[in-house]
C-alpha cells in the first residue's frame, strides 16, 4: 500500500491480543490522544485494563471481527499467532492492519520464515525442513550438533530439543509430538542480537540501535542498549532488516533476532512481527518506543526518531522474582525504585506464575558501566538473575 490518509488522533485503534505489548502499544496510543479497541479471549487482559473498549472473544469470532472493523479504521496486533485468516477478514472489510496477514503468516512457520530471509538475501543457519519419518531418515550430517524446533507456535525456547547426531533425530521429532519441525544447526553464539526496524505504508523505515540479548532457560532475561558489538556488527544488522521488512512490504514494527558469531558476523534467527521484548527499553531510552512507533505507523503519520538517548538495562521480572522459602512474596519494588533511573513496569496480571513475564525494569544511566551497575543492584533487590 502507499501514502494514505492519516488517521488522527482521536480515532478508535484497534488491537488483536491482550497482553502486555498490547497494553504498552494502548499507554502509546492514548498519550497521542488516540482511543483503543482491545480484542482478546483473555480472563484478565493487561491491554484491556488500559485501554478504552475491550470485546472479550475468540480471534476467530466473527461478531467480533466485524464489531472491530464497524469501530476501528486500522488494526494490528501484539502477538504473531493471531490467526493470519483474521487480519485477511478484516482487510477485507476495509480496515488498514499493520502487519498485513502476509508478513504475519510468514513469521508464523520457521520454515516459511527461514525460507524467505533466505530468499531476501540474509544469512541463516545451515537447516532443513523436518515433516515426515522420511525426513528424519536422510538428514544431512553436517547439520548436527543441531536443534529441533517446531515450526509453529514456539516461543520462550519451548518447543525445542537439542539434537547432538542422526541417530537421535527420529526420537526427538516423535518427542515434539511428530508435527512439523525445522532442523537447525547449532551455532557457536558469541551473543544474541535484535534489530525493531519500523517501516510505513510508505515504505519509509527506522531502526533502533541494536540491542543485546541474554536468555535464560530460553527466556530473555535481559537486553543491553546499545549492544557491546563492533560496530561493522551493528550496521549489517540494521541493513538486513531494512530489507527484510522492504521485501514483505511490511507495515508497523517487526524485530529480527541475530546470532553474532565469533567473527563478528550475523545470522537471522527468527522474526517476529510486532514489537519485541528486547524493545521494551526504548520506553525510557530512546526518543521514540516501540509501541509509539506502532501507532505511527498504523495510523499512517510520520515515523518518529528513534535515537538513544540513554545508555540501558532492561531485566524481565517473571513470575520466578515471587518465590521464596515462604511461599509467594512481592518483592521489595520500593527499594528497587529508590535507586535512580529505575523504571518500573508491571502487566497487572492476575497470577503469578513460575517463568510468567510479569513486568520488567529498565535501569538507565549516563554510561553503559552506571546503567549495569544499577542493574545489578536491582537484580540483587526483585531476586532477578545477576545481569552480565
Ligand atoms: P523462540 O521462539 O523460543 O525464541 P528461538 O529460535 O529464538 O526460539 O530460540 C531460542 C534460543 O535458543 C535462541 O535465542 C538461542 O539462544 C538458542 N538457539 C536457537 N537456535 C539456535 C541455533 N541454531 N544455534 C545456537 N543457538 C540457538
Ligand atoms: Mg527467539
Redesign the pocket.
Known amino acids: 500500500m502507499d501514502k494514505r490518509e492519516e488517521l488522527l488522533p482521536g480515532t478508535t485503534l484497534g488491537m488483536m491480543g491482550g497482553g502486555q505489548l498490547g497494553r504498552m502499544f494502548s499507554e502509546a496510543a492514548a498519550r497521542l490522544g488516540y482511543h483503543v479497541l482491545v480484542l482478546d479471549p483473555g480472563e484478565v487482559s493487561p491491554a484491556g485494563e488500559v485501554s478504552s473498549r475491550r470485546i472479550k472473544a475468540g480471534y476467530k469470532d466473527r461478531a467480533a471481527l466485524d464489531d472491530m472493523a464497524a469501530s476501528c479504521p486500522a488494526v494490528s496486533t501484539e502477538f504473531e499467532n493471531v490467526p493470519a485468516a483474521s487480519l485477511a477478514y478484516l482487510a477485507e472489510k476495509g480496515c488498514h492492519t499493520a502487519p498485513m496477514a502476509r508478513a504475519v503468516s510468514i513469521s508464523q512457520d520457521r520454515n516459511v520464515e527461514k525460507a524467505f530471509l533466505v530468499s531476501s538475501g540474509v544469512p541463516v ?1 545451515p537447516h532443513a525442513a523436518v515433516l515426515s519419518a522420511e525426513d528424519c531418515q536422510g538428514a544431512d550430517e553436517s547439520l548436527f550438533p543441531a ?1 529441533l ?1 517446531t515450526a509453529r507456535l ?5 518447543g ?1 530439543v537439542q539434537v547432538k547426531s542422526p541417530a537421535e533425530l527420529p526420537a526427538a521429532w516423535q518427542s515434539l509430538g511428530a508435527v512439523d519441525c525445522i532442523l ?4 557457536p ?1 558469541r551473543t ?1 542480537c535484535s534489530v525493531i526496524v519500523c517501516r510505513g505504508f510508505d515504505g519509509e523505515t527506522a531502526t533502533f540501535p541494536v540491542f543485546e540479548n541474554h ?1 535464560r532457560n ?1 527466556i530473555l532475561a535481559e537486553t543491553v542498549l546499545p549492544a557491546r558489538i563492533p560496530d561493522d556488527t551493528e550496521s549489517a544488522a540494521r541493513a538486513y532488516a531494512i530489507r527484510v521488512a522492504d521485501e514483505m512490504k511490511y507495515v508497523g514494527v517487526l524485530c529480527i ?1 541475530f ?1 553474532v558469531l565469533e567473527d563478528g558476523s550475523v545470522v537471522a ?2 522474526t517476529a512481527p510486532r514489537p519485541h521484548n528486547s524493545g521494551h527499553a526504548t520506553i525510557e531510552a530512546c526518543m521514540t518506543s516501540q509501541f509509539e512507533e506502532q501507532v505511527r505507523a498504523m495510523a499512517g503519520l510520520p515515523l518518529g526518531n528513534t535515537t538513544l538517548l540513554s545508555p540501558a538495562v532492561m531485566l524481565n521480572i517473571l513470575g520466578d522474582a515471587w518465590e521464596t522459602d515462604e511461599g509467594l512474596k512481592d518483592p521489595d519494588w520500593g527499594r528497587a525504585l529508590a535507586i535512580p533511573g529505575v523504571k518500573l513496569h508491571l502487566y497487572g496480571k492476575s497470577e503469578v506464575r513460575h517463568g510468567r513475564k510479569m513486568g520488567h525494569v529498565t535501569c538507565l544511566g549516563k554510561t553503559p558501566e552506571e546503567a549495569l551497575e544499577r542493574a545489578k543492584k536491582v537484580a540483587r533487590i526483585l531476586r532477578l538473575p545477576e545481569p552480565v
Open positions: 543457519a536443534i524446533k514456539g516461543y520462550d525456547g519451548k525445542q537447525e544447526k547449532k551455532l553464539l544474541e536468555h530460553g533476532e546470532f534467527n527468527e
